[in-house]
């Protein structure tokens, strides 16, 4: 079947007439002119706009003060009409109006520079050259591209050489230079204008240059000198360069007028509602309350500036840090239907993240670590804390950030708290080790407390003994120095240096006489007296302690060791003491299963198996442990008293219980008995038989 599709001719034809009937309008939209709105006037007949009319209509917009829409149409008179005596100036006004625009962040710094590129191409000998050329490095300077800016800027000064261009030029020279770390070269452009400066408003801005050159540099006072010369010299000053206001508010910041540069930075705000530094202000004011540890009037000023600044801005990111920092902060007061803030939701650890991410060397950045610290150690993240801790304190060191020795101190406290109850000695010994230097100074014992602790758990004694005693120096708890103390005389003990064993505990049973305290001291007097061979001595010492019982986590120990050395020294004499203690409640389970099995021990090698039996019998109640070689060997011996006093039925009963322990050794002792018994029993039955 033929159709128009597949037929050449009659296609064309079709789209012909199809393009013929289109309306008049569409075809004048089509042209190259833009069209006149009188057209409907003229009978429909195409009537382009002429540059005159554009400019027109720019100059009603300019009262309107829509500054974009006036920049496109000076803009179009250019673009419409390349060869018009007024295309020039137009584009000239499109770009300078952008310029303007891109100082408040309503255009791109890029289509500024691309317009005063386009003015350079398309008029090289025009009235402005010399302007657009300063125009394209200022706009390069804006767009962070520094050593393309330096080259525009230094022609302008080559090229230019009368007029307001060379000193402006001038001046952004300075200040790119300062940027690029050239601050001598940059001073003394800035003080040649000062002195040379062909206006007043000129050598003013010059020192204002300076003086901001000077605040960078943390030379604040000689910078707040220039900024009071600058309102001696015109008290308008500040009011009309508003910028100036902004750098003398941040310059009073850092100088001790805190109060003072709070309200400038505040004014500047009020006044200059469409700058692109308001974010920076807002979080410039809100680091001046975070210093002042005014925490919520920070956060709110934190939280304008992310609400007014552009997420991809330093000030913004900094400022959601730091309203995560004031949200993870268990100790900050809570705000009417204020939610917990949970340390162990992931989601929190975004802004810190971002700030390593973008800002790695920062200060902030540390910061930064320091806030995912103490987020991975609430949620028990031992790996990712410790990585973090390591990093924070490493690159502490190495960049020299010490201005709070506090936070370096709490975040390697916390570090050593962790891993010491992790048990990863070695660790937090490294740690210590490489960070010693800026760590020893920190004014809570407890820091070398812990790090003792670790030394002594890795057999460090030397070094423990003199940790711990380091560690005096500083603040620690009643509860921390109790236990340094007993932690510091066992170490002495068990390195053999009994002389200041002695010292120390001599001391100790002293200033804790009469207190609960003072049981500690009493039993490592006598473990001290032990090792002395004075058991004697060590029976009283330990009795003593039974008394206190400093750690009633160790009482256990305390009568442990009554009842071994006691039934060392006394044997089954030391039993009536010895029941006293088992029946007073004091131990319990395994401890107090053993304490039957010693005292059971003694009255059997004292030949008063009876009296045995009866205590390895009490030390197998169903209240205490059904296995284990403590057990195990209750059942061996017993069997042993049982057998002795001719009860062999029962005594074969405990010995298959031996035989069924994990220790090896009782197994077989067991299972010899009761091969030794079915000897016996044999010869029993053998000699009854022939008696018979």
């Not at 050598?203 to 605040?215: M, V």
């Not at 500040?238 to 009073?252: M, P």
């Amino acid at each position: 079947m033929n159709t128009i599709w597949n037929d050449p001719k009659i296609f064309l034809l079709y789209l012909l007439i199809v393009f013929l009937s289109l309306p008049v309008e569409l075809w004048a939209e089509t042209g190259s002119g833009i069209v006149n709105p009188e057209n409907d006037a003229n009978n429909g007949v195409q009537v382009p706009l002429l540059p005159a009319d554009l400019l027109k209509k720019a100059d009603l917009s300019v009262k309107d003060k829509d500054k974009q829409v006036t920049a496109d149409l000076y803009y179009e008179v250019h673009l419409q009409f390349p060869e018009a005596p007024e295309a020039e100036n137009a584009l000239w006004q499109s770009a300078a109006l952008s310029e303007e625009l891109a100082r408040t962040g309503k255009k791109d710094w890029e289509a500024v520079r691309d317009l005063y590129r386009e003015y350079i191409s398309y008029h090289p000998g025009g009235e402005h050259i010399a302007p657009a050329y300063l125009g394209v490095g200022i706009s390069l300077y804006y767009m962070n591209f520094r050593r393309e800016a330096l080259t525009y800027l230094n022609l302008s000064i080559k090229r230019f050489s009368e007029g307001v261009v060379p000193i402006k030029a001038k001046m952004h020279l300075a200040k790119v230079l300062a940027d690029v770390g050239r601050i001598a070269e940059a001073l003394e452009i800035y003080t040649e204008i000062a002195e040379t400066g062909e206006t007043t408003k000129v050598k003013l801005l010059a020192l204002l240059g300076k003086a901001e050159i000077l605040n960078s540099q943390q030379e604040y006072g000689a910078a707040l000198a220039i900024y009071h010369d600058l309102a001696a010299k015109d008290p308008n000053f500040f009011r009309e360069e508003l910028e100036a206001l902004r750098i003398f508010g941040k310059t009073n910041l850092f100088s001790g007028n805190v109060e003072r540069g709070q309200n400038q930075l505040i004014h500047y705000l009020n006044l200059e509602e469409d700058s692109t530094n308001r974010s920076a202000v807002l979080f410039e004011i809100g680091e001046s309350y975070w210093r002042q540890k005014k925490f919520q009037a920070a956060e709110k000023m934190f939280k304008r500036a992310i609400k007014e600044g552009d997420e991809s801005q330093g000030p913004v990111i900094f400022s959601k840090m730091r309203v995560a920092q004031y949200l993870d902060d268990p100790n900050r007061p809570p705000e009417k239907w204020d939610r917990p803030h949970e340390l162990t939701d992931s989601e929190g650890d975004v802004p810190y993240l971002i700030v390593l991410d973008l800002f790695y060397d920062d200060p902030f950045a540390q910061e930064a670590r320091q806030g995912l610290f103490w987020r991975f150690r609430a949620r028990g993240d031992v790996n990712n804390m410790l990585d973090y801790g390591k990093n924070y304190l490493r690159l502490t060191r190495m960049n020299g950030l010490l201005e709070d020795k506090q936070t370096v101190g709490e975040v390697f406290l916390a570090l050593a708290d962790t891993l010491l109850e992790k048990e990863k000695y070695q660790d937090l010994y490294d740690i210590y080790y490489s960070e010693y230097e800026y760590i020893k100074d920190y004014p809570n014992g407890r820091l070398l407390y812990l790090v003792g602790q670790a030394m002594d758990a890795l057999a460090l004694y030397d070094q423990a003994a003199v940790i711990y005693y380091r560690a005096l120096k500083w603040p620690l708890s009643e509860e921390d120095k109790v236990n340094l103390y007993y932690k510091r005389a066992n170490v002495y003990i068990i390195k053999g240096d009994h002389d200041s064993a002695e010292r120390l505990l001599k001391y100790l049973r002293k200033i804790y006489r009469g207190q609960k305290k003072v049981g500690e001291a009493y039993s490592l007097s006598g473990r001290l007296r032990e090792a002395q061979k004075k058991d004697r001595e060590a029976l009283g010492f330990y009795r003593k302690a039974l008394e206190f019982m400093t750690f009633t986590d160790k009482k256990s120990e305390y009568v442990a060791d009554v009842v071994r050395l006691a039934l060392l020294l006394d044997g089954s004499e030391a039993i009536v003491e010895i029941e006293g203690y088992m029946k007073s409640g004091l131990v319990s389970g395994l401890d107090l299963q053993k304490m039957y099995a010693l005292a059971g021990n003694a009255l059997r090698l004292a030949g008063e198996n009876q009296k045995a039996a009866e205590l390895y019998t009490a030390a197998l109640a169903a209240a205490l442990p059904q296995e284990g070689k403590v057990f195990q060997s209750v059942n061996l011996y017993l069997g042993d008293c049982l057998l002795a006093v001719q009860k062999r039925e029962v005594a074969v009963e405990h010995y298959q219980k031996a035989i069924q322990g994990e220790d090896s050794l009782l197994r077989n002792m067991a299972q010899e008995r009761l091969n030794q018994n079915a000897i016996e029993m044999e010869l029993s039955k053998l000699k009854n038989g022939g008696g018979s």
